[in-house]
């Protein structure tokens, strides 16, 4: 009973949304009139409309705002973001191969509500992707990469003028966390939204929906699997040299099993840290990459955001071309490895990639993208967090020098 307990207290959101998603979808393919739900699921749309955009200014710039201090430089703390964001491109674009090999979606889809164009040109997009011409335009779902710059701007200057010791820093701070609770109170209701969101995207498009959606659970689940099993052998001796994956495979699956288990990449720390100190990696690198990879070392979010940007241009008719794939990597990296420690940074990374490639339609993006992001959530953060323990053998490399493991295993 007490192991029972402790997995529905885990897994509860979990559980519900799926129970909402199952009934919606039944509901709508057998009762044509589910057309009817639609604003169950619209209350819920535009509850997280409204709170998202003070949320990504305020929680953004009050991580910033209270950092004990600005200067981050050094070679292990350098090298541990640039592995990161080296990984997660990696990641995303193995990815985007894999989306092209196996359609995602093989249903056919009729949108009416608004039309999705080919796209600004690169210079009225670099323009309306990092700023607006008035204050007022920021305040809309619509402009979140230029208000995450102002929010990025408005941090420093908080930061030069005093950072945590000052008044604005610590409003940020408290604005952030009671703006979280509510999200959480939103989160409450998600389960009826999606019940009715997914009632009348069925009962509209067709029950071929339902099954596009288990075909992208089942490439993403296993394309996670293969990725970590893959991936994590050659990271690993490119960083430690001959025997490192050998050494590694003995320590990987527990800090993947702690990830899948509680989908927490913090929580996933202390086991990475006591397999990193079992391998032999030096202290102050097990230090900084296991803490930051918890929040910035995100191979399973960028995978996870090109598989919903490819699930979309599916359901939208649209071609994922090239142009188009370089696009939603680079914007992948930059929401799996820069958003992933901000509070509610998933969300918000998912609302950048539908404000991007679908702001006409993000009715339908959105809540779609958020649904995919939390089913695939367990596996995520298996690649996520138990990368993190592969990436301190690549910064060990570059740190302690092409032998530290050898040197490590000669002295045992």
């Known amino acids: 009973m007490k192991a029972t307990g402790k997995f529905f207290s885990k897994y509860w959101f979990l559980i519900t949304m799926l129970i909402g998603i199952v009934a919606g979808c039944v509901t709508g393919a057998v009762w044509p009139g589910a057309t009817a739900l639609e604003p169950l699921g619209t209350v819920f749309i535009n509850l997280m409309f409204c ?62 509500e608004g039309e999705v164009d080919a796209g600004l040109g690169i210079a ?77 995207l069925v ?17 993403y689940y296993v394309m996670c699997f293969a990725y970590m099993l893959i991936s994590s052998p050659i990271y690993a ?8 994956a050998k050494t590694m495979f003995k320590h990987l699956f527990a800090p993947a099993a702690v990830a899948f288990g509680t989908c927490s990449s913090v929580a996933t720390i202390p086991t990475n840290m006591e397999a990193a100190e079992d391998t032999g990696i030096s202290r102050d690198v097990a230090d900084i990459v296991m803490p930051m990879g918890a929040t910035m070392h995100m191979d399973g979010s960028a995978m996870s955001a090109i598989i919903k940007v490819a699930f ?22 930059f929401s799996s490895v820069a958003m992933s420690g901000i509070p509610g940074g998933g969300g918000t990374g998912e609302l950048v990639l539908c404000t991007i490639f679908f702001p006409d339609q993000l009715a339908i993006a959105y809540p779609i993208a958020i649904a995919l992001g939390n089913l695939v959530d367990p596996p995520a953060t298996m690649v996520n967090a138990a990368g993190d323990y592969v990436v301190s053998f690549i910064v060990s490399r570059f740190v302690d020098g092409k032998d530290w493991l050898q040197k490590k295993l000669h002295r045992v």
């Open 51 to 112: 709170v998202v955009v003070p949320m990504v200014f305020c929680s953004i710039s009050s991580a910033i705002a209270n950092m004990g201090s600005v200067k981050r430089a050094g070679k292990v703390l350098g090298t541990t973001v640039i592995t990161f964001m080296c990984t997660a491109a990696v990641a995303a674009l193995l990815m985007y191969i894999v989306v092209r090999l196996i359609p995602i979606t093989t249903g056919s889809y009729e949108i009416v």
């Open 124 to 200: 009225d997009m670099i323009i309306n992707f990092f700023t607006k011409p008035d204050f007022v335009e920021l305040w809309s779902r619509r402009a979140i990469l230029p208000l995450i710059v102002a929010a990025i701007l408005f941090g420093f200057g908080v930061q030069m003028a005093g950072g945590p010791e000052t008044m604005t820093a610590k409003l940020l701070a408290d604005l952030t966390n009671c703006i979280m609770k509510v999200v959480k109170l939103i989160t409450f209701y998600a389960p009826i939204g999606f019940f009715g969101f997914f009632a009348y």
């Open 203 to 219: 009962a509209t498009y067709g029950p071929e929906l339902i099954g596009d959606y288990s075909r992208t659970l089942i490439i």
């Open 237 to 244: 001796r490119f960083g430690g040299g001959k025997g490192a």
């Open 312 to 333: 979309l241009f599916g359901i939208f008719g649209l071609d994922f071309g090239t142009g188009r794939a370089i696009l939603a990597i680079i914007v992948a990296v």
